[in-house]
């Protein structure tokens, strides 16, 4: 059974960073797409960043490019999120997700229905 739990949301003010952390048990395979994504009340789930295990790229929404570094660590089964700069508009829950035995492909990574397996998710809010 695929487990993921997301921790590390929190309060923070604008301008300042946060990073993320996904626990994942249970995938199979070491070659995988993981995602980021997020959500705020009344709107649909945003992809920010994924990561392919199998060779280390990264993808990123245009709205943290340049903001956001994706992470792994396979020896510890963790995925990171870490972003700079936030603003109100990073204000939201996080949730990590994985696509087993599969790669990460530019704009489908990026999309809900890319990945099979979800957490629960972790909030963040940013004050000015």
């Given at each position: 059974q695929v487990q993921l739990v997301e921790s590390g949301g929190g309060s923070v003010?604008?301008?300042?960073?946060?990073?993320?952390?996904c626990l994942i048990s249970g995938l199979r395979w070491s070659s995988n797409c993981l995602g980021w994504f997020r959500q705020v009340p009344g709107k649909?789930?945003?992809?920010?960043?994924?990561?392919?295990?199998?060779d280390g790229t990264t993808f990123y929404?245009?709205?943290?490019?340049?903001?956001?570094?994706?992470?792994?660590d396979a020896a510890k089964a963790?995925?990171?999120l870490q972003i700079s700069?936030?603003?109100r508009e990073d204000t939201?829950?996080?949730?990590?997700?994985?696509r087993e035995s599969?790669?990460?492909?530019?704009?489908l990574s990026l999309r809900e229905r890319y990945f099979d397996f979800w957490g629960q998710g972790t909030q963040v809010t940013v004050s000015s």
């Open positions: 003010q604008a301008g300042g960073s946060l990073r993320l952390t649909g789930r945003e992809g920010v960043a994924a990561f392919d295990t199998g929404s245009d709205s943290v490019e340049g903001r956001a570094t994706a992470s792994h963790t995925m990171f700069s936030l603003n939201a829950m996080y949730f990590c997700a994985a599969a790669i990460c492909q530019a704009e």
